[in-house]
T-cell receptor
Framework: ELKVEQNPLFLSMQEGKNYTIYCNYS?????LYWYRQDPGKSLESLFVLLSNGAVKQEGRLMASLDTKARLSTLHITAAVHDLSATYFCAVLPNAGGTSYGKLTFGQGTILTVHP | DTAVSQTPKYLVTQMGNDKSIKCEQN?????MYWYKQDSKKFLKIMFS???????INETVPNRFSPKSPDKAHLNLHINSLELGDSAVYFC?????????????FGAGTRLSVL
């Protein structure tokens, strides 16, 4: 069974600081997703990483994928309060196209950015 | 225009009741999903339909029954509700079966069973 683990699960950051959230997964995959969830809201797609070495950046967030290490990172640069949310990574296993979008989610990282 | 819409947004009910949650997507997607998010925010897939055909059926109690009248709709009916069913239920849709799907989520239905 595919397992996806994030760490840390809770992250309290000061504005202006940098930090990285890690996502490890247990089976072969070249399809990894990062989502953001604000309290009481839906999940918003942030990044889709589809190959080894993929790097995507949007504003203060940068995501990367290392399929050999089965690791993705979400790096936060110069955090601002608006980034406070829960961040999920999610993985689709390689299964010859038979995964049918069966995303397995990590536990989520609750990020709080304070002055 | 809301891409994936769920109703109701909140549902408070007594144990033993039967309830339904509706989901509609206007994205033209072929595949739709139901997820459950528990109180610890853990998200787990329950069901998936592709063009009205059930393709993912995780280990959930058979009190939960999804129904897809057409590919734009996926409803979730729950019989004999239990306290442990309290959670947020998210509907999602994606444009492809397998391949490189990005799943788009609805706003969620917060179910509270008393």
């Amino acid at each position: 069974e595919l397992k996806v683990e994030q760490n840390p699960l809770f992250l309290s950051m000061q504005e202006g600081k940098n930090y990285t959230i890690y996502c490890n997964y247990s089976t072969t995959s070249d399809r990894l997703y990062w989502y953001r969830q604000d309290p009481g809201k839906s999940l918003e797609s942030l990044f889709v990483l589809l190959s080894n070495g993929a790097v995507k950046q949007e504003g203060r967030l940068m995501a990367s994928l290392d399929t050999k290490a089965r690791l993705s990172t979400l790096h936060i640069t110069a955090a601002v309060h608006d980034l406070s949310a829960t961040y999920f990574c999610a993985v689709l296993p390689n299964a010859g196209g038979t995964s049918y979008g069966k995303l397995t989610f990590g536990q989520g990282t609750i990020l709080t950015v304070h002055p | 225009d809301t891409a994936v819409s769920q109703t109701p947004k909140y549902l408070v009910t007594q144990m033993g009741n039967d309830k339904s949650i509706k989901c509609e997507q206007n994205l033209g997607h072929d595949t739709m999903y139901w997820y459950k998010q528990d109180s610890k925010k853990f998200l787990k897939i329950m069901f998936s339909y592709n063009n009205k055909e059930l393709i993912i059926n995780e280990t959930v109690p058979n009190r939960f029954s999804p129904k897809s009248p057409d590919k734009a709709h996926l409803n979730l009916h729950i019989n004999s509700l239990e306290l442990g069913d309290s959670a947020v239920y998210f509907c999602a849709s994606s444009p492809e079966r397998g391949g490189r799907p990005i799943q788009y989520f609805g706003a969620g239905t917060r179910l509270s069973v008393l």
